[in-house]
Nanobody
């Protein structure tokens, strides 16, 4: 069975850094595009960053460009989100999601079918 498990969340001060990890199992990892989403209190889920099957392409929501970096290690079945220069508005539950090659789209936020449980990121001012 497919499992997607995030880790690395926590409490940091504004301007600090955090690295999230997402380990996937039960699927052919290299056949899935991966993405990070987040849900802040009182807000809808938002796409944050995505990475293509081999890691050759990435895409970020404007609010995190230049601060966050998504990467993947297919040998470890793991995707990462390096978050630098964190701001209080980054506070949210962060979710990892997987999209199969067969459902790939030019819309980076569409067609993710496997989701992790989320990890809390809290940024204090």
């Amino acid at each position: 069975q497919v499992q997607v498990v995030e880790s690395g969340g926590g409490l940091v001060q504004a301007g600090g850094s955090l690295r999230l990890s997402c380990a996937a199992s039960g699927l052919t990892f290299s056949s899935y595009g991966m993405a990070w989403f987040r849900r802040a209190p009182g807000k809808e889920r938002e796409f944050v960053a995505g990475i293509s099957l081999s890691g050759g392409s990435t895409y970020y929501v404007d609010s995190v460009k230049g601060r966050f970096t998504v990467s993947r290690d297919n040998a470890k079945n793991t995707v990462y989100l390096q978050m630098n220069g964190l701001k209080p508005e980054d506070t949210a539950v962060y979710y990892c999601a997987a999209r199969p090659r067969t459902l790939q789209s030019t819309d980076w936020g569409r067609n993710y079918i496997y989701w992790g449980q989320g990890t809390q990121v809290t940024v204090s001012s």
